[in-house]
């Protein structure tokens, strides 16, 4: 607000995290404008039907009364309103319309979202024409803007160090600022493996560990079979998600659960799981449903424990009880899996925690120590030299490996037999924590995570974890007879318990030095040699653990 005001921008871009009050602030901006006569009509642009709905009932509490039942098709709206409320695709729809209204009165153009502006040609083009004529633009994203060529409308670029242009933000609240702040929860992300079979159409059957190195096809093939509902690792995931969701709620007695699922059918599906388990039916919110939007609300002043949604609970949609999640949907792209976490950071006192429930998938854990970083939109990629005169295919080829489904071909290929769960690890403020050996649902090993209080400090929560680890691992010590050794455990269980204790430290010392995990790694490769981690063996996993220890002692790399 103070930046705001200092400078009296005919053009603003805010960048905050998830949970901060970007709405809060946009209408603060707005009933300021409105008080000083700077603007008389307020137009609010948000991605979708359920959001519009949204910013009314938001925009209400704040004297400003919104029309979000606007279409540009009836021309005028009720006198009692000083605003309205429309998509982006309505926009895109007939822009010409939205000009004429924004040229008639002095507006300010509240875009939320505004990355969205970027998804399609026709969307940035009819913004751009819609809104030019306007007072005042006020931008908000609570995501990160996407690496493509389309600028999006009424942000500024300028080059960076590189050469290449990104976006250049007005004032930008980051996450970890906002944790720092108080402003939203910590997220314990749990992470679950498990042994996964299906056949493929050649009638192959293949067997498989969630987590392990595998190739793009087989990862898809992998997590689908873990979300089949027929299959034990999503009934066993989601009795593991509701144990937790008990636990959080002896200290938040409203706290929710949200599952995002996929499909309709299996969202159905994950609704009679959730009822066999918990003994009440779920809140079911699909997509094309006409009564969605009165659901989620419905939802949200309840105190009933459970929703399964399908693509509805994305970006902005504010159900501030919601601290326990569950993803089990095969779109992975790194936009969609900030849009989710962010709907459980949203913090309401202090001490509230968030728990997010993953498949032990390399990308999504990869997203998972990544919440923190932040990415503006840059343009696009510059040639620097001739080795890279291959970057527009790069790319396009990373494009197509982050692509959110498998495709249609992979559907047909595939077919379920069977799976089981195992608790793999918690990822938790760039550290990652478990216990030695497989961990089996159920089990106390288990229950020292999902177990931990509703209601602690971050660096409590961070104590609290390190601390069962450390006794879970002196009772198995004590348990075991001197001799049983890592050696001799299966080789699987032992390159796993190597692979932990290995990422553990990288991520100590990212802490310690704010050097990059990947960056840590590959100098312990080329000081070490050998393989990437994943397919290391157990020496070389040895050798790496002792030169990481070795620089801590050393106090440097």
Same mark, same amino acid.
């Given at each position: 607000?103070?930046?705001?005001?200092?400078?009296?921008?005919?053009?603003?871009?805010?960048?905050?995290?998830?949970?901060?009050?970007?709405?809060?602030?946009?209408?603060? /901006?707005?009933?300021?404008?409105?008080?000083?006569?700077?603007?008389?009509?307020?137009?609010?642009?948000?991605?979708?039907?359920?959001?519009?709905?949204?910013?009314?009932?938001?925009?209400?509490?704040?004297?400003?009364?919104?029309?979000?039942?606007?279409?540009?098709?009836?021309?005028?709206?009720?006198?009692?309103?000083?605003?309205?409320?429309?998509?982006?695709?309505?926009?895109?729809?007939?822009?010409?319309?939205?000009?004429?209204?924004?040229?008639?009165?002095?507006?300010?153009?509240?875009?939320?979202?505004?990355?969205?502006?970027?998804?399609?040609?026709?969307?940035?083009?009819?913004?751009?024409?819609?809104?030019?004529?306007?007072?005042?633009?006020?931008?908000?994203?609570?995501?990160?803007?996407?690496?493509?060529?389309?600028?999006?409308?009424?942000?500024?670029?300028?080059?960076?160090?590189?050469?290449? +242009?990104?976006?250049?933000?007005?004032?930008?609240?980051?996450?970890?600022?906002?944790?720092?702040?108080?402003?939203?929860? +910590?997220?314990?992300?749990?992470?679950?493996?498990?042994?996964?079979?299906?056949?493929?159409?050649?009638?192959?059957?293949?067997?498989?560990?969630?987590?392990?190195?595998?190739?793009?096809?087989?990862?898809?093939?992998?997590?689908?079979?873990?979300?089949?509902?027929?299959?034990?690792?999503? +009934?066993?995931?989601?009795?593991?998600?509701?144990?937790?969701?008990?636990? /959080?709620?002896?200290?938040?007695?409203?706290?929710?659960?949200?599952?995002?699922?996929?499909?309709?059918?299996?969202?159905?599906?994950?609704?009679?799981?959730?009822?066999?388990?918990?003994?009440?039916?779920?809140?079911?919110?699909?997509?094309?449903?006409?009564?969605?939007?009165?659901?989620?609300?419905?939802?949200?002043?309840?105190?009933?424990?459970?929703?399964?949604?399908?693509?509805?609970?994305?970006?902005?949609?504010?159900?501030?009880?919601?601290?326990?999640?569950?993803?089990?949907?095969?779109?992975?792209?790194?936009?969609?899996?900030?849009?989710?976490?962010?709907?459980?950071?949203?913090?309401?006192?202090?001490?509230?925690?968030?728990?997010?429930?993953? +498949?032990?998938?390399?990308?999504?854990?990869?997203?998972?120590?990544?919440?923190?970083?932040?990415?503006?939109?840059?343009?696009?990629?510059?040639?620097?030299?001739?080795?890279?005169?291959?970057?527009?295919?790069?790319?396009?080829?990373?494009?197509?490996?982050?692509?959110?489904?498998a495709s249609g071909e992979l559907e047909m290929s595939w077919e379920a037999l069977g799976s089981t769960a195992s608790f793999d690890r918690v990822l938790y403020d760039g550290g990652e924590f478990g216990h030695s050996g497989? /961990?089996?649902?159920?089990?106390?090993?288990?229950?020292?995570?999902?177990?931990?209080?509703?209601?602690?400090?971050?660096?409590?929560?961070?104590?609290?974890?390190?601390?069962?680890?450390?006794?879970?691992?002196?009772?198995?010590?004590?348990?075991?007879?001197?001799?049983?050794?890592?050696?001799?455990?299966?080789?699987?269980?032992?390159?796993?318990?190597?692979?932990?204790?290995?990422?553990?430290?990288?991520?100590?010392?990212?802490?310690?030095?704010?050097?990059?995990?990947?960056?840590?790694?590959?100098?312990?490769?080329?000081?070490?040699?050998?393989?990437?981690?994943?397919?290391?063996?157990?020496?070389?996993?040895?050798?790496?653990?002792?030169?990481?220890?070795?620089?801590?002692?050393?106090?440097?790399?």
């Open positions: 607000m103070e930046r705001y005001l200092a400078d009296n921008p005919r053009d603003f871009l805010t960048v905050a995290t998830p949970g901060a009050g970007k709405t809060t602030f946009a209408l603060t /901006v707005a009933a300021d404008l409105l008080g000083r006569r700077v603007v008389d009509r307020i137009t609010i642009v948000a991605p979708t039907e359920h959001l519009k709905t949204q910013w009314a009932e938001a925009a209400a509490k704040a004297g400003i009364p919104i029309d979000p039942t606007y279409a540009a098709g009836k021309g005028k709206t009720s006198q009692d309103y000083v605003g309205i409320a429309v998509t982006y695709a309505g926009v895109s729809v007939n822009p010409l319309a939205m000009r004429i209204r924004t040229e008639r009165f002095k507006t300010l153009v509240i875009l939320d979202e505004i990355h969205h502006a970027g998804d399609a040609m026709s969307w940035g083009e009819g913004v751009r024409e819609a809104f030019e004529p306007a007072t005042r633009r006020l931008a908000l994203t609570g995501t990160p803007f996407r690496s493509d060529v389309n600028p999006i409308p009424f942000v500024t670029y300028a080059p960076g160090d590189d050469g290449i +242009p990104r976006s250049v933000a007005d004032f930008t609240y980051g996450y970890a600022h906002a944790l720092a702040d108080h402003v939203v929860r +910590p997220v314990l992300f749990m992470a679950y493996s498990g042994e996964m079979t299906w056949r493929t159409r050649a009638g192959d059957e293949i067997a498989a560990r969630l987590g392990e190195p595998l190739t793009k096809d087989m990862h898809a093939q992998a997590l689908r079979t873990a979300l089949d509902p027929a299959g034990s690792w999503i +009934p066993s995931v989601l009795a593991a998600a509701d144990k937790r969701l008990a636990e /959080v709620r002896r200290h938040v007695p409203d706290a929710g659960g949200l599952v995002i699922a996929s499909d309709q059918e299996k969202a159905r599906a994950y609704a009679g799981l959730l009822k066999k388990i918990t003994g009440e039916s779920p809140t079911v919110v699909l997509s094309d449903e006409k009564a969605s939007s009165k659901k989620i609300s419905a939802f949200s002043d309840s105190d009933k424990r459970w929703m399964v949604a399908v693509r509805m609970v994305s970006e902005g949609v504010d159900v501030p009880r919601l601290a326990v999640g569950v993803w089990a949907t095969m779109t992975s792209t790194p936009l969609f899996f900030a849009q989710a976490v962010g709907r459980f950071v949203r913090a309401r006192s202090r001490g509230e925690t968030a728990s997010v429930f993953l +498949p032990s998938v390399p990308h999504l854990l990869g997203y998972a120590s990544e919440l923190e970083v932040e990415r503006d939109h840059v343009l696009g990629r510059r040639i620097t030299d001739e080795d890279d005169i291959f970057a527009a295919e790069n790319d396009l080829l990373a494009a197509a490996n982050a692509s959110e489904a497989e /961990v089996h649902v159920g089990s106390e090993e288990e229950m020292d995570f999902l177990g931990i209080p509703g209601l602690l400090e971050p660096d409590q929560v961070r104590e609290l974890l390190h601390s069962r680890q450390s006794e879970r691992a002196i009772k198995q010590k004590a348990a075991r007879p001197e001799a049983d050794s890592v050696a001799e455990v299966s080789t699987h269980e032992q390159l796993a318990i190597l692979r932990r204790e290995l990422n553990g430290l990288v991520a100590a010392w990212h802490h310690r030095t704010g050097q990059a995990h990947g960056i840590t790694h590959a100098t312990l490769r080329k000081e070490c040699g050998g393989p990437a981690a994943a397919v290391a063996s157990a020496d070389q996993l040895h050798e790496r653990i002792d030169r990481i220890r070795d620089w801590a002692v050393r106090k440097s790399s």
